[in-house]
């Protein structure tokens, strides 16, 4: 006996289409399953590769990171070397010029200009001639200078030299700038 045999006969054309359906079910639920196995593994791989693809981009972006982190860590280390040796010149000049300035307040030393030759008058109108045996220009006429005078062309020549001092540390603040293309923030 078999399996038609169970059943009863006007039902046997339908059992017979749905084994053939239940047959075909069964081979599209595989193939489904099939495909979903391989089209999974497609995926994962796809995933696996664009997720290593980021993970090399996000390093080369860190490594650079890095590169202009330090590459700006080095401009303001030379910037602040650079200040430094600024202030330095700075303070060193003012403290000499303070010095000079204490200097002519005392008497201790005096400022004196070269005559041209053939302008020495008898009557010099209170300015007095030295020539000392000391001088370097050998004897030449020369006229002392009111001490307050000689204070103020100090102050003014060393306000012109800090000011030349001032733009020769921008100008190198400029350079090295221009030098590496970048600005350090706060700038």
Known sequence: MSALD?????LRPWASVLAVLLIAGTGAWGAWTVQDWRYGNALAKQETKAAEKAQGIAAATAAQLKREQDQRLALEGRLKAAET???????DAKKARQL???????????LSVLLAAGTVRA????????????????????????????????????????GLTALAACQGWVREVLATGSVPPGR
């Open 85 to 91: 040796a600024h202030y330095k010149e700075l303070t």
């Open 123 to 162: 009557d010099s109108a209170g300015m007095s001639t030295a020539t000392g045996a000391g001088g370097l220009d050998h004897g030449a006429a020369r006229a002392e200078l009111d001490p307050a005078h000689a204070q103020r062309i100090i102050r003014i020549t060393g306000d012109g030299d800090d």
């Open 6 to 10: 169970l059943i009863p006969t006007p």
């Open 100 to 110: 000079v300035l204490d200097r002519l307040a005392t008497t201790d030393l005096r």
